[in-house]
């Protein structure tokens, strides 16, 4: 039978979406500085109307739906969401934006479908390990249909490119591959050959090696490929205990590039100091710890799997985001869940939180 759905989990995700919000709105006043107040307008109205206002409408919709109607819709959300990855490709329906590809411009809405491409491929996943069970450990059923979703969905992201959401997603897809019971040997298999990839890619694609050079020494170009992090750690350190306060942060006009998007945290830490950005990881942790806690009493394996996806979705992009502004780890380019600016991913991630309030309501005493 049916019990209402976790409060302890809804209200921390509230705390950061609202909070969220309010950080947001101070970092989108930098625009202000660099524009004539047209793109402040559009970035502010995006994110209410398409990230909370539908986002809250979608998370109210997935929390009313049982959960394990995604199990037998999950290879038609997968299929679904790769063709719409190679619609970005598509020559008037793709939009490049600082030399990749990675929108659908519908002229009256853009959206990044890579943000349904996580959860898409997250559920189909979590359907075909619960439904191999035991034979997860075996080459056939377990090892090798990961490697092929990996690598369809691989090829599609690094071809925009988005290397940071790949990496998210490979590190997702293997918390779940061990949670299903996997082998060690597989999973040291698979990190051997993501090591290659990783060194493969940084041969191939100048970016990467700058990126990776740029964290072990970024003040040897400190006016351009270490600006950002420069700036960055600027922003954090200017904060001191209790920031500067609301709307105060100096770095967001025209030093910190992306104030409203990957520089969030820093423009946090900076109006908000220590206090702030250690609230925003504790909120980021008690997240975690609820999602896990929910997962570890689901009613069957597929509500586990599927809840242990989404969490590590969300955790993973923000640590990496965390980490990457307080120069603990390479630039990727992805936003801060929750608080950074944009549309689909606030959409998406509130419509996840949904789906794991519905699988809440469904836990074992």
Known sequence: MAKKADKFFFWIVLALTLGGFFIFTSASLGLLARTNGAEFTDVFWNQVIFGLFFGFCALAITLSLDYKIWRPLSPFLFIGA???MVLVFVPGIGMEHGGARRWIDLKFISFQPTEFLKFAFVCFFAAWLSSVKEKVATWQRGLLPLLVMLGISGVLILLEPDTGTFGILAITALVMFFAAGAKMRHIGLLLLVGLLAVGVLAMFKPYLKDRVTTFLHPERDSLGSGYQIQQSLIAIGSGGL????????????NYLPEPTNDAIFAV???????IGA???IIL???FAWRGLYIASRSGDSFGRLLVIGIVFLVITQSFINVA????LFPLTGVPLLFISHGGTALFTVLAEVGVVLSVSKHMRA
């Open 284 to 286: 980021l942790l008690l």
């Open 242 to 253: 209790f920031g500067r306060g609301f709307g105060q942060s100096i770095q967001k006009f």
């Open 278 to 280: 250690a609230t925003i």
């Open 324 to 327: 990457s502004m307080l120069a």
């Open 268 to 274: 946090a830490s900076e109006e908000f100091g220590f």
């Open 82 to 84: 790769l063709v719409l």
